[in-house]
């Protein structure tokens, strides 16, 4: 688990978005607040409920990109779902306990990822012998290595090296130096058979079919196949295949599951697509039910998965929708107090966009000038052209449809769509795109209102 302040992971976010500090604080502090639970007497412990959050507000102002961070600071299993998921086949769509399921195995991506890089030196070990006898088919020496004789003098023989194994030493040095690296081998291995057929159809029974799978592939072990590699590729594949032969699977299942209990964060996006409008008098069977549904799992239930019973009394939630139609009121009562916590984030301006041209390290900016580069071709931009582009953006936003910074993407394409066409034409050039080249590329789109409302 992350063990950074809020500060610092206020910070960390700030690389990567623009504005929208006080989502990040509450964000921040609940991050901390699964830290500080950890230092607790276990009695204590249990009784602190992870602080649930709804994250309101339009479209392409950052609501899923601080999610996404986040992800990555917490180091902790972490699930991304759209509610709407749970409606989209008929009344029912998918088992909402499946979010469980789908984080369970995260869980244990994770953990037999770190499990691996524990006995990574001696599974490279393994593996390069292995691959020795691949070169070396029927030279393969014998368990013990040696040949001598069990005595007590001193003077006994020494191990003496066989003519093999001198010929399996020179191979060793040729592989470690890399001059092995363009040899083809044939390698044993799993038939992975296709994509296999859906046993359970009916929405809700994808968790039962796995189940049905993997009770019927213990019963049928995968067949094998000859494949040919190059000796990198093979020498990965049987590193992976060494690892897992060296750890312990039941380990791995009980440290991700209590680390899912404990540390889990689910990402509940769309969560205004589930609300019921009060003003609206259709049906809307699919919409409550699902919020129904919502309720053990966020208030804290037992999910049954393949690796055992997983409880989601700990893990957080952080739901997220724009609210345009409907409003966290909206949402059935008991719903509501399962996310105590409400932070709103703001729509986005000018003085935002230029910012978010200019500030995160993955800057669009950034994003395309490295792209041309490949192309030999150096691009740049004058900063009264980053100030055109974001008074654009604010401007057709204004307009038409408000889709916050996603406007920054179809701007930026197609200012620069004759530049990407021609680019493997041009290696060697340097552009400067200033305020006049982008009105020339704008010109006649930002003028036909009705033009833009289909392109931009």
């Known amino acids: 688990m992350s063990s950074l302040t809020p500060r610092e992971i206020v910070s960390e976010l700030d690389k990567y978005v623009v504005g929208q500090g006080e989502a990040k604080r ?90 691996r890089e524990k006995v990574r030196v001696r599974a490279e070990k393994h593996a390069e012998e292995r691959l020795l006898d691949l070169l070396l088919p029927g030279a393969t020496p014998k368990p013990a290595g040696f040949s001598y004789t069990p005595m007590a003098d001193p003077a006994a023989p020494q191990p003496i090296a066989t003519a093999n194994e001198s010929t399996r030493e020179k191979f060793r040095q040729l592989w470690r130096e890399g001059k ?118 966020v208030e804290g239930c037992v999910v049954n998965t393949k690796y055992g019973m997983v409880r989601t009394d700990h893990i957080l939630f952080i739901a997220a929708g724009a609210f345009h139609y409907s409003k966290p009121s909206d949402l059935i009562p008991e719903l509501q107090g399962r996310f105590p916590l409400r932070v709103e984030l703001s729509a986005l301006g000018q003085e935002e966009f230029y910012r978010i041209l200019t500030e995160p390290q993955n800057a669009l900016t950034v994003q395309y000038s490295a792209l041309l580069a490949t192309e030999g071709l150096s691009l740049s931009f004058t900063d009264d052209a980053l100030r055109e582009i974001a008074s654009t953006a604010q401007r057709i936003n204004e307009d038409t449809e408000n889709i916050g910074a996603r406007r920054l993407y179809t701007i930026m394409e197609k200012i620069l769509a004759e530049l990407s066409f021609e680019a493997s034409d041009r290696g060697g050039q340097s552009v400067v795109v200033d305020r006049e080249y982008v009105r020339g590329q704008l010109h006649d789109i930002v003028e036909n209102r009705d033009l833009s409302r289909y392109i931009l």
Do not use: C
């Open 180 to 297: 092995l690296d363009d040899r083809m081998v044939e390698l044993e291995v799993a038939d992975q058979g296709g994509a296999g057929v859906s046993i359970m159809g009916m929405p809700g029974m994808e968790d039962m079919g796995g189940q049905v799978q993997d009770m019927l592939g213990r019963f049928f072990p995968p067949k094998k196949k000859l494949r040919k590699m190059k000796i990198n590729d093979a020498f990965a594949a049987l590193v992976q295949e060494e690892s897992d032969k060296l750890i312990d699977m039941d380990k791995v299942q009980d440290i991700a599951r209590e680390r899912v209990e404990q540390s889990g964060i689910i990402f509940l996006d769309e969560l205004d697509k589930i609300a019921s409008r009060q003003d609206h008098g259709g049906p809307d069977v699919s919409r409550e039910g699902v919020q129904r549904d919502l309720l053990p799992v």
């Open 26 to 115: 509450m964000v921040a502090i609940a991050m901390r607040n699964r830290w500080r639970r950890q230092q607790l007497d276990p009695e204590l412990r249990e009784e602190i409920a992870p602080k649930n959050i709804i994250m309101m507000g339009p479209t392409g102002v950052g609501k899923t990109e601080i999610a996404r961070r986040l992800a990555r600071l917490a180091k902790s299993p972490f699930h991304k779902v759209e509610a709407t998921k749970f409606t989209e086949v008929g009344y029912v769509g998918r088992d909402v306990e499946s979010m469980i399921r789908d984080l369970m195995e995260i869980g244990i991506t994770m953990v037999r990822t770190e499990e």
